[in-house]
Protein backbone atom coordinates (compact mmCIF):
# COMPACT_ATOMS: atom_id res chain seq x y z
CA UNK A 1 0.00 0.00 0.00
CA UNK A 2 2.73 2.57 0.49
CA UNK A 3 3.84 2.11 -2.72
CA UNK A 4 0.72 3.14 -4.15
CA UNK A 5 0.67 6.18 -1.80
CA UNK A 6 4.17 6.93 -2.93
CA UNK A 7 2.65 6.96 -6.69
CA UNK A 8 -0.26 8.89 -5.63
CA UNK A 9 0.44 10.89 -2.22
CA UNK A 10 -2.46 13.56 -2.41
CA UNK A 11 -4.62 10.11 -2.49
CA UNK A 12 -3.50 9.54 0.81
CA UNK A 13 -5.22 12.09 3.06
CA UNK A 14 -8.69 11.24 0.96
CA UNK A 15 -8.19 7.94 2.06
CA UNK A 16 -7.38 8.99 6.00
CA UNK A 17 -10.25 10.99 5.86
CA UNK A 18 -13.03 8.50 4.47
CA UNK A 19 -11.28 5.46 6.66
CA UNK A 20 -11.86 7.69 10.05
CA UNK A 21 -15.48 8.37 8.91
CA UNK A 22 -15.92 5.22 8.39
CA UNK A 23 -14.11 3.84 11.73
CA UNK A 24 -15.83 6.30 13.90
CA UNK A 25 -19.86 5.90 12.37
CA UNK A 26 -19.36 2.25 13.45
CA UNK A 27 -17.57 3.27 16.49
CA UNK A 28 -21.12 5.03 17.02
CA UNK A 29 -23.06 1.99 15.89
CA UNK A 30 -21.27 -0.48 18.14
CA UNK A 31 -21.74 1.79 21.46
CA UNK A 32 -25.14 1.65 20.46
CA UNK A 33 -25.41 -1.62 20.34
CA UNK A 34 -23.46 -2.54 23.55
CA UNK A 35 -26.10 -0.23 24.94
CA UNK A 36 -29.14 -2.20 23.66
CA UNK A 37 -27.41 -5.34 24.70
CA UNK A 38 -26.70 -6.84 21.13
CA UNK A 39 -24.37 -9.37 21.87
CA UNK A 40 -23.92 -10.63 18.58
CA UNK A 41 -24.32 -7.49 16.16
CA UNK A 42 -21.81 -5.88 18.92
CA UNK A 43 -18.73 -7.60 18.47
CA UNK A 44 -18.92 -7.86 14.80
CA UNK A 45 -19.71 -4.51 14.45
CA UNK A 46 -16.15 -3.68 16.47
CA UNK A 47 -14.25 -6.14 14.59
CA UNK A 48 -14.69 -3.88 11.19
CA UNK A 49 -14.64 -0.64 13.37
CA UNK A 50 -10.67 -1.51 14.90
CA UNK A 51 -9.92 -3.02 11.59
CA UNK A 52 -10.06 0.19 9.47
CA UNK A 53 -8.44 2.02 12.75
CA UNK A 54 -5.22 0.19 12.40
CA UNK A 55 -5.25 0.30 8.79
CA UNK A 56 -5.48 4.24 8.69
CA UNK A 57 -3.33 4.71 11.79
CA UNK A 58 -0.15 2.71 10.14
CA UNK A 59 -0.24 4.62 7.22
CA UNK A 60 -0.05 8.00 9.62
CA UNK A 61 2.92 5.90 11.22
CA UNK A 62 4.22 5.56 7.45
CA UNK A 63 3.77 9.09 6.62
CA UNK A 64 4.08 10.56 10.42
CA UNK A 65 5.60 13.80 8.41
CA UNK A 66 2.40 15.18 6.83
CA UNK A 67 0.29 17.93 8.13
CA UNK A 68 -2.09 17.01 5.76
CA UNK A 69 -2.64 13.40 6.78
CA UNK A 70 -3.17 14.83 10.53
CA UNK A 71 -5.81 17.02 9.30
CA UNK A 72 -7.23 14.26 7.23
CA UNK A 73 -7.01 11.98 10.47
CA UNK A 74 -8.87 14.83 12.34
CA UNK A 75 -11.54 15.89 10.06
CA UNK A 76 -12.71 12.22 9.66
CA UNK A 77 -12.91 12.18 12.94
CA UNK A 78 -15.36 14.63 13.28
CA UNK A 79 -16.90 13.85 10.29
CA UNK A 80 -17.45 10.42 11.11
CA UNK A 81 -19.33 11.87 14.24
CA UNK A 82 -21.65 13.13 12.36
CA UNK A 83 -22.27 10.26 9.97
CA UNK A 84 -22.61 8.41 12.87
CA UNK A 85 -25.67 10.48 13.85
CA UNK A 86 -26.90 10.43 10.73
CA UNK A 87 -26.69 6.71 10.44
CA UNK A 88 -28.10 6.31 13.69
CA UNK A 89 -31.34 7.86 13.00
CA UNK A 90 -31.84 6.71 9.92
CA UNK A 91 -32.20 2.75 11.55
CA UNK A 92 -33.79 4.30 14.84
CA UNK A 93 -32.31 0.98 16.39
CA UNK A 94 -34.40 -0.02 19.38
CA UNK A 95 -37.87 1.50 21.11
CA UNK A 96 -39.07 4.35 23.19
CA UNK A 97 -41.45 4.81 26.33
CA UNK A 98 -43.55 8.17 25.31
CA UNK A 99 -44.86 9.51 28.51
CA UNK A 100 -48.01 11.81 27.75
CA UNK A 101 -49.28 14.48 30.20
CA UNK A 102 -52.50 16.02 29.09
CA UNK A 103 -55.63 17.99 30.87
CA UNK A 104 -57.39 17.08 27.32
CA UNK A 105 -59.55 13.24 27.69
CA UNK A 106 -56.72 10.82 28.01
CA UNK A 107 -59.02 8.11 26.71
CA UNK A 108 -59.76 9.52 23.87
CA UNK A 109 -55.93 9.55 22.85
CA UNK A 110 -55.59 5.95 23.55
CA UNK A 111 -58.21 5.27 21.32
CA UNK A 112 -56.40 7.53 19.36
CA UNK A 113 -53.16 5.53 19.58
CA UNK A 114 -54.98 2.02 19.14
CA UNK A 115 -56.56 2.74 16.28
CA UNK A 116 -53.31 3.68 14.48
CA UNK A 117 -51.78 0.28 16.10
CA UNK A 118 -50.00 1.54 19.43
CA UNK A 119 -50.85 0.00 22.65
CA UNK A 120 -51.32 2.29 25.29
CA UNK A 121 -51.77 2.87 28.96
CA UNK A 122 -54.09 5.44 30.70
CA UNK A 123 -53.48 6.52 33.70
CA UNK A 124 -55.06 9.32 36.05
CA UNK A 125 -52.56 11.77 37.84
CA UNK A 126 -52.70 15.35 40.28
CA UNK A 127 -49.85 18.21 38.56
CA UNK A 128 -49.34 20.88 40.38
CA UNK A 129 -52.02 22.99 38.51
CA UNK A 130 -54.38 20.48 37.71
CA UNK A 131 -55.42 17.32 37.30
CA UNK A 132 -54.21 15.42 34.27
CA UNK A 133 -54.25 12.73 32.10
CA UNK A 134 -51.43 10.19 31.75
CA UNK A 135 -50.69 8.06 28.73
CA UNK A 136 -48.03 5.66 28.18
CA UNK A 137 -47.21 3.71 25.03
CA UNK A 138 -43.84 1.73 23.89
CA UNK A 139 -42.82 2.33 20.29
CA UNK A 140 -39.98 1.39 17.89
CA UNK A 141 -37.87 4.48 17.65
CA UNK A 142 -38.88 4.58 13.50
CA UNK A 143 -42.53 5.07 14.88
CA UNK A 144 -41.52 7.64 17.33
CA UNK A 145 -42.59 10.48 14.36
CA UNK A 146 -45.92 9.21 13.95
CA UNK A 147 -46.88 9.02 17.82
CA UNK A 148 -45.47 12.38 18.15
CA UNK A 149 -48.08 13.27 14.93
CA UNK A 150 -50.84 11.88 17.06
CA UNK A 151 -50.31 13.92 20.19
CA UNK A 152 -49.61 17.11 18.59
CA UNK A 153 -53.19 16.74 17.18
CA UNK A 154 -54.52 15.55 20.00
CA UNK A 155 -53.53 18.37 21.96
CA UNK A 156 -50.96 20.88 20.80
CA UNK A 157 -50.54 22.03 24.55
CA UNK A 158 -49.53 18.09 25.46
CA UNK A 159 -46.35 18.00 27.51
CA UNK A 160 -44.76 14.66 27.05
CA UNK A 161 -41.14 12.95 28.05
CA UNK A 162 -39.43 10.49 25.42
CA UNK A 163 -37.13 7.77 27.36
CA UNK A 164 -34.78 5.31 25.02
CA UNK A 165 -35.81 1.81 26.36
CA UNK A 166 -33.20 -0.82 26.67
CA UNK A 167 -35.70 -4.02 27.17
CA UNK A 168 -39.29 -4.78 26.68
CA UNK A 169 -41.40 -7.53 27.79
CA UNK A 170 -45.27 -8.72 27.02
CA UNK A 171 -48.05 -6.36 26.80
CA UNK A 172 -49.29 -4.56 23.12
CA UNK A 173 -46.15 -3.02 20.90
CA UNK A 174 -47.84 -2.20 17.74
CA UNK A 175 -49.93 -3.55 15.13
CA UNK A 176 -48.07 -6.27 12.34
CA UNK A 177 -48.46 -5.34 8.71
CA UNK A 178 -51.47 -8.79 9.48
CA UNK A 179 -53.27 -5.68 11.30
CA UNK A 180 -53.13 -7.87 14.78
CA UNK A 181 -51.28 -6.52 17.72
CA UNK A 182 -48.30 -7.94 18.47
CA UNK A 183 -47.48 -9.08 21.82
CA UNK A 184 -44.40 -8.76 23.88
CA UNK A 185 -42.49 -11.81 24.95
Known amino acids: MTEFFELYPWMLP ?3 FFGRI ?38 IF ?22 GILVENKIAFGFQMIRIYTKNNGL ?19 GVVAEVEIIETVVSRKSGKKV ?24 IFEVSSAGAPRLGK
Not at 62 to 83: P, R
Not at 108 to 115: A, G, M, S, T, Y
Request: charged content about 20%; overall charge neutral.
Open 14 to 16: VVI
Open 22 to 59: CDVTLGTLRIIFVAKGEKKKAPLVGFFEVFIWVVIISQ
Open 62 to 83: THANSMIAYLAYAGGYAAGNFV
Open 108 to 126: ELVQRLNRNGFGSTHIHGE
Open 148 to 171: MDIIRTFDPDAFYVIEDIRTKQKG
